[in-house]
């Protein structure tokens, strides 16, 4: 219950706050009011002998994170993929955040696996490993099946983890509360809506048939990508709990040495890792939104490998365009498009001048094509990019934050593998590629195809429809039944869908 006996758990947060120096951190990244700071030190500064002291070799904020338990990790976690809230410097801080905990004992983990599939550990792994991996919310293990002797990793929720979670997002929940009431000039922060972001990604990863149906889901969009593998998930093997899947055998991706030894080309290897992303974020609108170097191998024939489906990307089709559009605009350096892109997509406000945009486009995009490849940055791109937009007054699309910070981070992985890389050559390809098949001719048939599939379904109410619509146009004025201007839009839509019946008719 989000009620006063939270002010407990509020208290030893900000104490532990205060003493390990995030106090000041954390508010200045949220720009907050007189008001909330004061009320911040008040909860924290008495009471600092409370606080955790956590590890001094940590910056302050992650520190005091890591410090206070699992919950406020995975906190960190997600609000370092919204640059739009905490400020880019806070977001790059905790981005370092450590996932690595105190693991739980094997036996808690294969007692588990058992209460969860229903059978003893021995009927099903022959070997069942000490925790290879230990994150905020479960830990994996290595087993071999008994049946086939296949290796798998299993992937098991920590004990109780569901219990302490929902305690501290109800004390999360409390305290965006307080703020909302005693410092109304911080709900421009909206701490609610924070909270809540955060809540329904936990809740997610609290149930592991969910990350589960993302790999499959995943794994049926990519399955003609080449040089691209996933782990199979063993349905039978998984649960609420417990995630089985193929082992991922392969080389670190992060390990330059042991690849160079292997005698893998990483020039190719950062060339495909870039386009795979763009690919999966353009083509399929859905993506692996967390592809650090820790959820990527290398297999030995070139392939690359991706796991930890916990945290994924979802775009639909109309932003793709947009998006695809907006980077092929500066692919080609066309700023006036670009700019036409945003009013059209109504990113921009309609009463800003399109002119003036484009040319404050054209400084960020002219400046980055005199670069050496080296330097040149999709993920700084949009960065500015969304910096001049909030200038023109474009509210914060979230979707696009995130795939703003996994381009970042995709673009990271690319430079370790191959410092020279050209982002815009191998983005080029991919982006064009869309553009021709989703805005050119093909994609005015299929856009066609698709809205013929679903006057199709409802064909039969179409008479009835535009019926009921032309009676309620006759009613007098005085009829208290439909507002007029309804009335017309019905009338408007039910004409209009009659006439695309006939039109696709005489095409198809």
């Not at 593998?229 to 670190?252: F, N, Y």
Request: aromatic residues 8%.
């Amino acid at each position: 219950m989000r009620g006063p006996h939270n002010i407990i758990r509020l208290i030893r947060t900000g104490a532990t706050m205060v003493r390990t120096g995030a106090m000041n951190v954390v508010l200045d990244a949220f720009d907050a009011p007189a008001p909330l700071r004061a009320l911040a030190y008040t909860l924290g500064w008495p009471f600092q002998w409370l606080g955790y002291k956590g590890d001094p070799e940590m910056p302050p904020a992650t520190r005091a994170l890591t410090a206070l338990g699992p919950a406020y990790i995975k906190f960190g976690q997600v609000l370092s993929t919204r640059p739009d809230v905490v400020g880019e410097d806070m977001a790059q801080q905790l981005r370092v955040l450590q996932d690595q905990l105190p693991p739980f004992s094997r036996a808690e983990a294969m007692a588990e696996v058992e209460r969860e599939l229903g059978r003893p550990v021995n009927e099903i792994f022959s070997e069942f490993s000490d925790p290879i991996a230990a994150a905020s919310i479960a830990q994996v293990h290595r087993a071999r099946l008994v049946e086939t002797g296949e290796d798998v990793a299993v992937k098991v929720l920590r004990p109780g983890i569901e219990r302490a979670f929902n305690k501290d997002v109800d004390a999360f929940y409390f305290a965006a509360r307080i703020v909302d009431l005693f410092a109304p000039g911080a709900r421009r922060l909206r701490p609610m809506d924070v909270i809540e972001h955060f809540d329904g990604v936990v809740q997610g990863e609290l149930d592991l048939r969910l990350e589960s149906a993302a790999a499959s889901e995943f794994a049926a969009n990519t399955t003609g990508d080449t040089g691209f593998q996933l782990p199979q998930i063993r349905w039978e093997l998984s649960a609420r709990r417990v995630m089985t899947m193929g082992w991922a055998d392969g080389t670190a991706i992060g390990d330059n040495a042991a690849l160079d030894a292997a005698g893998h080309d990483r020039r190719i290897l950062g060339e495909r890792v870039l386009s795979l992303f763009l690919n999966h974020a353009l083509r399929d609108g859905y993506f692996h939104a967390d592809m650090h170097q820790g959820n990527m191998k290398v297999a030995a024939n070139g392939d690359i490998i991706a796991y930890d489906f916990g945290i994924m990307g979802h775009i639909d089709e109309y932003t793709r365009r947009v998006y695809a559009e907006i980077l092929f605009g500066f692919i080609k350096r066309d700023y006036k498009r670009v700019a036409e892109v945003h009013f059209e997509a109504g990113y921009v406000p309609a009463d800003q001048d399109v002119d003036e945009f484009a040319r404050a486009i054209r400084a960020v995009g002219e400046p980055i094509f005199g670069m050496d490849a080296s330097h040149i940055s999709m993920g700084n791109l949009l960065n500015y990019l969304f910096e001049v937009t909030e200038r023109f007054g474009m509210e914060t699309r979230t979707e696009l934050i995130l795939l703003q910070r996994t381009m970042v981070v995709v673009e990271g992985v690319a430079r370790s593998l191959d410092p020279r890389i050209n982002i815009w050559e191998v983005a080029h390809p991919v982006v064009e590629d869309y553009i021709k098949k989703s805005i050119g001719p093909r994609a005015v048939v299929s856009d066609l195809m698709k809205t013929a599939k679903v006057l199709a379904r409802f064909g039969p109410r179409l008479p009835a429809l535009m019926e009921q619509a032309l009676i309620a146009q006759s009613q007098p004025p005085s009829s208290k039944k439909t507002p007029p201007t309804r009335r017309r839009a019905a009338l408007l839509g039910a004409v209009a869908g009659a006439l695309a019946t006939l039109l696709l008719i005489q095409i198809f």
